[in-house]
């Protein structure tokens, strides 16, 4: 019985928020919904994912999340969508704090990190072209990342996934998924190559906040 009381005030409190909640969920995949302009990145809903082979045994996984940037839309020419992104390398993290150490290990005597370094600068997306699929939902998203320090052209291959509006925020809201690969040493990452996997796979899940 103790009990009973707390768990009452907790549900009246709770009954209005829930009351507010949408009956289903408020993005849909249907280009129909987006809309033109200006939208930045939701930073807590933007995400990159990261893979490599180890020597052969399996994989290693980690994540970068934070992101922020811009992307702006024109459903009428989608072709002419503009993406920036900038990446906070500092907050890589993987799922060993041994890796993750290493990874952001201070340069040593010699004047070279293996990785990373200490403070890395963040690293950036510009997009040069876009290649929108025949679904209408899909493009090729050509540019040049800029990591560790060095420019390299790379495509991200992007679904969109869904539209609407955000109902916490009230802001118009679209998201995409893509997928790249990069190779490390390309940017002064080679380390232990070819011991450990040259490719990295990246997996990006982000979604982008229309400005007022």
Known sequence: MKYALPAALAAVVAAPIVAQ???GQPGAADKARVTAGTYVVDA????IGWRLNHMGFNDTLGLIGGETGTLTLDPANPAASKVS???PVAKLVSADAGLTAHLMKPAGA?????FFGANPAPATFESTSV????????AKVAGNLTLN???KP????????????NPMKGVETVGFHGTATIKRSDFGLGYAVPVVGDDVSLTISIAFEKKA
């Open 149 to 151: 320090g060095a420019t």
């Open 85 to 87: 992104i900038s990446i």
């Open 110 to 114: 010699n004047g070279k990190a293996d």
């Open 44 to 47: 807590g809903h933007a995400q």
């Open 21 to 23: 909640m949408p009956a």
């Open 131 to 138: 290649a929108v699929g025949a679904d209408g939902t899909s």
């Open 154 to 165: 790379v495509t991200v291959d992007v679904t969109f996934v869904g539209a609407g509006k």
